[in-house]
């Protein structure tokens, strides 16, 4: 059974930065695809970024610039660092794995992932 943790979330002004961690434990992490999704209130959850196994990603246009994933299997991690922050980006963060990924590319679809982390939240003011 694979465990998906988040960590890092917090409040921070705007301008600021966060860096959020991810540790997929129970599987076999490095064969793994990985993305960040985040949910605001009120909203649908929405795709962030994500990164293949060979470490090829993808990013929403609306944290391009600002956001860079990263992983280190080494030790079962994805990292989330989050810079210029705005207060829409306010949301719940979660992070997911994508067990058994076919090919190199990343994921972008909430369906494409089989486990979940319960998310951390991350509130940026003004």
């Known amino acids: 059974q694979v465990q998906v943790v988040e960590s890092g979330g917090g409040l921070v002004q705007a301008g600021g930065s966060l860096r959020l961690s991810c540790v997929a434990s129970?599987?076999?992490?490095?064969?793994?695809?990985m993305g960040w999704f985040r949910q605001a209130p009120g909203k649908e959850r929405e795709f962030v970024v994500a990164i293949s196994r060979v470490g090829t990603t993808n990013y929403a246009d609306s944290v391009k610039g600002r956001f860079t994933i990263s992983r280190d299997d080494a030790k079962n991690t994805v990292y989330l660092q989050m810079g210029n922050l705005q207060v829409e980006d306010t949301a719940v963060y979660s992070c997911?794995?994508?067990?058994?990924?076919?090919?190199?590319?990343?994921?972008?679809?909430?369906?494409?992932?089989?486990?979940w982390g319960q998310g951390t939240q991350v509130t940026v003011s003004s």
């Open positions: 997911a794995a994508k067990a058994r990924p076919v090919g190199w590319q990343p994921y972008w679809r909430t369906g494409d992932y089989d486990y």
């Open positions: 129970g599987g076999t992490f490095s064969t793994s695809a």
